[in-house]
């Protein structure tokens, strides 16, 4: 969002960017005008083990992680349950406070993040101009009746889940969906009973437009007719040069290794240290020498007696400045990682655990730029086969997908997305 920001501010829009004040910061680095608002109860701000949470917060993440363990429909299905206690929290201080923010500000239009589902409410209810940000992989729209948030639309070849799990999961994602629905319909008819009907709660959108910032792939669900949709590839700002000790730190694992490989699995997921520890274990085992480098998060500590000659354990990497100086990448399927690496043109290993992160595998194995393979069941021994795969099979293949298919980037997105608004209706 804040990388849109910075390319909407650049074709000279006046940008406000309202967001929590713990990310205050993002507002400053995109040069535009920070508004404090906070919609949600959950602070992601980083590392999750260690942002201070609510101790309810705290609570759902462990047990969340500990579902992990078990596979993906038990991590599915505990994100289902915790979805549907936390549906629509506090909707009026939500409603309030965009109004009054709206009051003060008079925006032409906003851009509102897909997931904040109370304040796409709000707006649509407020009968204001919006753009529509999907985050991650574009099902997080429902593309139809028979698609639901929550179940992937396809699944990897390695993930693919027993039918009556998978029949259990869907059937606990269609009551959400019709809890959810029922509370955007009350809220509608009490808050703006001359408003629209908002239809299902999690496919209400803009009208006007939808941003995915992800590759129009051509085997994805057909999304419903209505806004235009707009395709960016990526959300890939003017990387910033490498600086501290990453220079250094690169050199001489190059000067150890014949190949480097970032592992990264995310800011919840790099509590997952036993996967860590796996694919850190298994790489060094590779027949091609491979150096790491490895996002270890809150569990650094824990890590710390495999960094070396040839493996650097540190709590968070410049990932976006690394990418181009590595061979290959292990991530969790998470949207930005996938869409930055067909930016750099970096083969990937994929290992997800939950939310979206199976549907992003698919398209990572389909589009042939990876391979997705079961985090909990991949051995060390595992690990050095794959990545000789990712190094002579998958990488030369790499750069018609840096250069090519859904490559758009933010400027791209900055100017559909201005076109897109200014065709939808005059400005107040």
């Known amino acids: 969002m804040a990388v849109l920001a910075s390319a909407l501010r650049d074709r000279g829009t006046e940008v406000h960017f309202a967001c929590s004040e713990a990310f205050e910061d993002l507002a400053v680095r995109a040069g535009v005008r920070f ?30 992680l500990e579902a992990t363990r078990f ?53 649509h209810c407020l009968r204001v101009r919006f753009a529509s940000f999907c985050p991650g992989h574009p099902t997080y729209v429902p593309a139809g009746p028979g698609s639901w948030f929550g179940v992937p639309y396809d699944w990897p070849a390695a993930l693919r889940p027993d039918p009556r799990r998978l029949a259990g999961l869907t059937a606990v994602a269609r009551e959400n969906d019709r809890a959810f629905t029922a509370l955007f319909e009350a809220f509608a ?26 590759p129009q792939l051509s085997w994805l669900p057909v999304p419903p007719e209505g806004p235009e949709r707009v395709y960016a590839g990526h959300m890939v700002g003017l990387t910033q040069p490498l600086d501290g000790e990453w220079p250094g730190r690169l050199r001489r694992l190059r000067g150890t290794a014949d190949r480097v490989v970032l592992i990264a699995l995310g800011t919840f997921l790099s509590a997952r240290d036993d996967v860590l520890r796996a694919v850190v274990s298994g ?23 495999l960094a070396g000659d040839r493996v ?44 979206d992160q199976f549907a992003v595998a698919r398209d990572v194995e389909r589009a042939g730029v ?37 490559e758009g980037g933010p400027d791209y997105a900055a100017a559909r997305l201005l076109g897109a608004m200014s065709r939808s209706g005059p400005a107040r």
């Open 283 to 305: 790489a060094l085992g590779s027949t091609s020498r491979t150096a790491v480098i490895v996002a270890a998060g809150g569990r650094t500590a824990a890590l710390a007696d």
């Open 71 to 123: 596979g993906a429909v038990p991590a599915l299905t505990v994100q289902a349950r915790h979805r549907r206690a936390d549906m629509l929290a506090d909707p009026d201080t939500v409603f309030e406070s965009l109004r009054a923010l709206d009051e003060r500000w008079r925006p032409d239009w906003y851009v509102v993040d897909q997931l904040s589902y109370a304040v796409t409410l709000a707006l």
């Open 35 to 64: 508004v404090p608002l906070t919609v949600t109860r959950n602070a992601n701000t980083g590392v999750a083990e260690t942002t201070e949470q609510e101790s309810a917060e705290t609570a759902r993440l462990a047990e969340f």
């Open 312 to 355: 650097v354990v540190a709590p968070s990497v410049p990932q976006q400045a690394l990418l181009p100086h590595v061979d290959a990448m292990v991530h969790h399927g998470g949207a930005n990682s996938f869409t930055e690496c067909l930016h750099s043109g970096v083969p990937a290993l994929v290992l997800p655990f939950s939310s």
């Open 189 to 214: 008819r009490d808050r703006a009973p001359h408003a629209p009907h908002p239809g299902r709660a999690f496919a209400l959108t803009s009208p006007h437009a939808v941003l995915y910032s992800y």
């Open 370 to 406: 990876g391979l997705a393979r079961d985090p909990n069941a991949l051995a060390p021994g595992d690990v050095p086969a794959v990545l000789d795969t990712l190094y002579e099979t998958v990488g030369p293949s790499m750069k018609r997908w840096s250069r090519g298919p859904g």
